[in-house]
């Protein structure tokens, strides 16, 4: 059975909880916007999303698809010769969205160790976690539950914590000191 996180550590648990939070709720929009990005370019749409450039401020660029590619490039990478060419100039505001979200998964990944060590659950708790910046819409649910969760876990254990010293005082008053006898 895993050790109780320590009292002491509850205001760095509350910190890392927000963290955690806001955190899961920026990769959960950051991988629904990369899913998007990745409908619009890889079936039969073919998009990328630009801004500035030849198109205007906002503007779908077509994406060329070389021969190698099929339906079901995006589920077998690595198994054909498909690249993806892109038509469009200016910003590249699908690119973005691709790097932007993994190297906001990393933070997120931090986020997630944070709350774990300090909560000090199993390891297989922390996968879960990790999942959210990878499984649509988890994220938002993992953040939910796990709010709600530390919280009460949190506010349990200071309501037993008051609950002894309030106990332990009474007791401490009720018996009689020598210079009381």
């Known amino acids: 059975m895993p050790r109780a996180p320590k009292l002491a550590s509850f205001p760095a648990i509350r910190g890392a909880l927000k963290f955690y939070q806001v955190c899961s709720i920026i990769t959960g929009v950051g991988l629904l916007l990369l899913v998007a990005e990745m409908i619009l370019k890889y079936t039969p749409l073919h998009v990328e999303l630009f801004l500035g450039g030849s198109g205007g401020f906002l503007w779908f660029a077509p994406v060329i698809a070389?021969?190698?590619c099929e339906w079901w490039s995006l589920f077998a990478p690595m198994?054909?010769?498909?690249e993806m060419i892109s038509t469009g100039d200016g910003?590249?505001?699908s690119l973005f969205i691709l790097v932007a979200h993994g190297w906001f998964y990393v933070v997120y990944l931090f986020s997630c160790f944070r709350v774990w060590s300090l909560m000090r659950w199993p390891f297989g708790r922390f996968l879960l976690l990790a999942l959210g910046g990878?499984?649509?819409l988890l994220s938002f649910f993992m953040e939910a539950k796990v709010g709600r969760e530390v919280t009460s876990y949190l506010k349990?254990?200071?309501d037993a914590e008051?609950?002894?010293q309030a106990t332990h005082?009474?007791?401490t008053h009720a018996i009689p000191t020598e210079n009381q006898r």
Do not use: A, K
Request: proline letters at 9%; glycine letters at 10%.
């Open 156 to 158: 349990t254990r200071e």
């Open 162 to 164: 008051l609950h002894s």
């Open 66 to 68: 070389g021969p190698g």
């Open 169 to 171: 005082s009474t007791l």
């Open 91 to 93: 910003f590249n505001l």
């Open 79 to 82: 198994t054909n010769d498909c």
């Open 134 to 136: 990878i499984v649509p």
